[in-house]
Nanobody, 123 residues
């Protein structure tokens, strides 16, 4: 079992920044991948970014150049630095973990999920 706890969501103005954190605990074995998905009201959950334990990354086209995913394997933590935020980034952001080698965008690859943290971008 893996437990995931997100933090760092909140309200930001357009063009602003937020940093999300995800703390993992439990049976954290490598190789693995962790990721951030988001879900806006009335929309499907979508991949934002993912990162493998080896450091390979995968980003959604909509966030490339604005968001940066990183992880600290020693502390079982993952981060999402979000810059140049847009109103369309408003969503609940979920941390996830999967026992896979690559930072796959396949939703079903991630077996464990956090409770989610709300990100709202509005002036």
């Amino acid at each position: 079992q893996v437990q995931l706890v997100e933090s760092g969501g909140g309200l930001a103005q357009p063009g602003g920044s937020l940093r999300l954190s995800c703390a993992a605990s439990g049976s954290i074995f490598s190789p693995n991948a962790m990721g951030w998905y988001r879900q806006a009201p009335g929309k499907q959950r979508e991949l934002v970014a993912a990162i493998s334990s080896g450091g390979y990354v995968n980003y959604a086209d909509s966030v490339k150049g604005r968001f940066t995913i990183s992880r600290d394997n020693a502390n079982n933590s993952m981060y999402l630095q979000m810059n140049s935020l847009k109103p369309e980034d408003t969503a609940v952001y979920y941390c996830c973990f999967g026992r896979v080698l690559h930072p796959t965008p396949v939703y079903g690859a991630y077996m464990y999920w956090g409770q989610g943290t709300q990100v709202t971008v509005s002036s």
